[in-house]
């Protein structure tokens, strides 16, 4: 068994900083990919940032900039810094990866139960 464990949401003013973290536990042989995502009432399930094993990143173009996106291989962690908040950053935030338990096994998707980032002042 896998588990994603993802952290770190709060209410912050708009401008302010949060840090976001997961870690994955179980079995774990391999991690591809690591990703948040992150939803908002209404709205879709949605990409704000990856980070693959060899560590390059893509970010959603409404977050370029302001959020970072980072892991730690040897802790099976993912961070994901956010600054310059703003009102439309409020979601939950999921944490996500693709992780092979076995050598040679198949990757399979994991997630995370999700964090509440609020902004608002």
């Known amino acids: 068994q896998v588990q994603l464990g993802d952290s770190g949401g709060g209410l912050a003013q708009p401008g302010g900083s949060l840090r976001l973290s997961c870690v994955a536990s179980g079995s774990i042989f391999s991690i591809n990919f690591m990703a948040w995502y992150r939803q908002s009432p209404g709205k879709e399930r949605a990409l704000v940032a990856k980070?693959?094993?060899?560590?390059?990143?893509n970010y959603a173009g409404s977050v370029k900039g302001r959020f970072t996106i980072s892991r730690d291989n040897a802790k099976n962690r993912v961070y994901l810094q956010m600054n310059s908040l703003k009102p439309e950053d409020t979601a939950v935030y999921y944490c996500n990866a693709f992780i092979s338990s076995d050598y040679g096994g198949p990757l399979r998707n994991y997630w995370g139960k999700g964090t509440l980032v609020t902004v608002s002042s």
């Open positions: 980070i693959l094993n060899g560590g390059s990143t």
